[in-house]
């Protein structure tokens, strides 16, 4: 649908891809996970491992879902539909989780390779998973830099969420990061389409006024501050750039062509951007 702009002010228009970078990078980011294959292994399976069994990779790329990740894990270990939810989400698994999560691991199923078996189980792959967020986000600089920013690691992770949503590339993560970083002094609403994306369970570039009157905690537009939760598990840049985020004053951004997102604090420049964004979405050049 055409843009049509709200009181509110939205500060961007976001793409309708919810991973961001290629194999590569997610293949560097793993190498925790990798460098520890062989003991992950040992850990995550069931009783007996067949001898000639060699490990199969589970990629969890930058910005899924955690809805995405269990599908990827029921696909992987031949379980049936909603088997890593279930396991996930049991009171018996109790995953190593900050208090503030509540026992949602939204945010914390690390993007990663995993090495998977026939005999892998759920729950063991899962608290891996978020073992390995656990350490990564537990380090004396993520710390820092959150109370640099008057925030909680976890609180954190929700604002890398997303920026991962958002943003392209790490020039374009630390801008988006600034953004939100302003918003938040300043006690303005973010106006994400990613939050209200993940309320709406869906992925587009087309948010109408009906969509932003959603009374989910997680509408942005509606709601002042960071969503309750994580939207997505971010990988280490789009944590970085939360941690250190780039100067500026922006408050508004959009991306009107591929490679092309444009940050301002004005915003009838923001508006004169979000027109040609438009005008190149019935061009098809988005």
Known sequence: MTYRPTPYAPPHRPRSRLTRRGRLVLLLAAALAVAVAVTATL????DERPAAERPR???????????QVYTAVDRALGLPEGAARKAA????????LPAEARGNPEGYLFPATYPVLSTTEPEGLLRFMVDTAAKRFATARVAEGARAHGMSVYETVIAASIVQAEADNPDDMARVARVVHNRLARGMALQMDSTLNYALGRSTVDTTHEDTRSTSPYNTYARKGLPPTPIGNPGDQALDAVIDP????????VTVAPGDTRFTA?????QANVAEFNANRRTGRT
Not at 57 to 67: H, I, T, Y
Request: hydrophobic share 50%.
């Open 43 to 46: 850990l995550l399976v069931r």
């Open 266 to 270: 004005d915003y009838a420049s923001h």
């Open 57 to 67: 990779p589970l990629l969890v790329p930058e910005g899924w879902r955690s809805a």
């Open 246 to 253: 780039a100067d500026g004053d922006w408050l508004y951004f």
């Open 89 to 96: 989400t049991a009171p018996a698994a109790a995953l190593p």
